[in-house]
Every structure is written in C-alpha cells, then in structure tokens.
C-alpha cells in the first residue's frame, strides 16, 4: 500500500520557485516525511526531512500540514540541475529502510 | 573517495550465469542496504544489513537472490542463474545507523541480462 501520492510530473519555470506537494493522509504520530530525489543515472539523494514543523536547509523547504496530512517541498530558487525524480516517502521513527514510490519527475525549462 | 562505491557500474550477462555486484559503503557505516530499480520504478527494497548480519532480507525475490557483509563493511549481492527478469539497476546504500539518519546511496550497477 502506497503510504504517499504525489503528481507524476510537473514542470516548472528556471529561477522560479518549485512547490512540489505530497499526500499522505494516513500518516501516524511517530511518521516523518522524507524527500530524496535521483538525478537522471545516479543514486538517490537525501534533501530534508521533518516530522511536525517546518523545515529548511541550503537545499530546500519543507512544510508539512498542521494535520499533517500532506506536505510541500520548496526548491525556491530551480535550476536546470534541480531536474531530477522527487520521492517523498514516509518513514517510522524506528523503521530502518525506506520505501520509495513512483516520485514526481520534475523538469526545470530555462 | 568519500562516498558509496558499487562495482561494476555496467555488468552484461547471459540468461542463466552468475552474477557479483559489490558495494563499498562509507567508512563507519553499520547499516547498508540493496535496492533495485526497474525502468520507469522507484527503488524496490532488497535486504538490509546492521553489521554483517542481514537483519532483514524480506525483500529478496527468491532463493536465486543471495547478499553477504562477512566483516561489517563491503558487501556482495549475488544472483544465481540470470533470468531477463533481473535486468535493473542495482542500488547500494548506508547508514550510520541512526533510525532517521539519512541513507547515502552509490550510483549503482545497471545489470542487463541477454
């Protein structure tokens, strides 16, 4: 059972923010909300993570729903790079792996 | 080099060989993990190790299916008579361990099987 939904693809604007959005309406209490995305042949890559507030890092934002319900990533500022598949995946705090979806591919047009 | 190294990057088989996919995870790194990606798939869980023992192989497909840590730091996937079916990328990642702590990935080994 699929514990997230996210839009298959989106594309977005070069220097224009990236707000990509994720459901997951049956999370529970001790669930974070984690994003990695994979750049076209390469291995996946951590961004942030969070669990009930907003999060930030040189990569990226993270706002997660006061029901926490559905959460957004924020690239503010997207490059041709930032091209990539974008997993948001929930996680137990003491489960050890992680189990990915389909993602969103996103597309960063100059 | 700092990071998760997976050999060999590219490996073409013939249905029915054996195959060996090595990973070398980050000094330090207790927990390590197989994936393998299908074309167009998110990464598909395979086995999970914490040290040199497999502390969760759920994800195996089958018995063909065989991975190894002998001393806690590289490990082996090996796969028994190749089947079309196991052509994929074949992902590696580690850990410190940490249940939250991010898992650091290599750039895989993309297995073909003619």
């Known amino acids: 059972d699929a514990k997230t939904t996210q839009p298959p693809s989106m594309d977005c604007a070069e220097g224009r923010a990236a707000n990509l959005p994720c459901n997951h309406s049956?999370?529970?209490?001790?669930?974070?909300v984690y994003w990695y995305r994979q750049i076209h042949s390469q291995g996946p890559q951590y961004i942030i993570h969070g669990l009930k507030n907003n999060e930030t890092n040189e990569m990226a934002s993270l706002i997660i729903t006061e029901d926490r319900k559905s959460s957004t990533l924020i690239l503010p500022h997207a490059t041709l790079r930032d091209t990539a598949v974008y997993y948001c995946i929930v996680r137990e705090s003491n489960d050890y792996k992680l189990s990915f979806g389909a993602g969103t591919t996103v597309t960063v047009r100059a | 080099g700092a990071g998760v190294s997976q050999t060999p990057s590219n490996k073409v088989t013939e249905k029915g060989k054996y195959v060996e996919l090595r990973c070398d995870p980050i000094s330090g790194h207790t927990a390590l993990y197989w994936y393998r990606q299908s074309l167009g798939q998110g990464p598909e869980f395979l086995i999970y190790?914490?040290?040199?023992?497999?502390?969760?192989d759920s994800g195996l497909p089958n018995d063909r299916f065989f991975a190894v840590r002998p001393e806690g730091s590289v490990s082996t996937l090996k796969i028994q008579r190749t089947e079309r079916g196991d052509s994929a990328v074949y992902l590696c990642a580690s850990s410190s361990g940490v249940h939250t702590g991010e898992l650091f990935f290599g750039e895989g080994s993309r297995l073909t099987v003619l």
């Open positions: 049956t999370i529970s209490g001790n669930e974070y």
């Open positions: 190790f914490q040290g040199t023992g497999a502390a969760d």
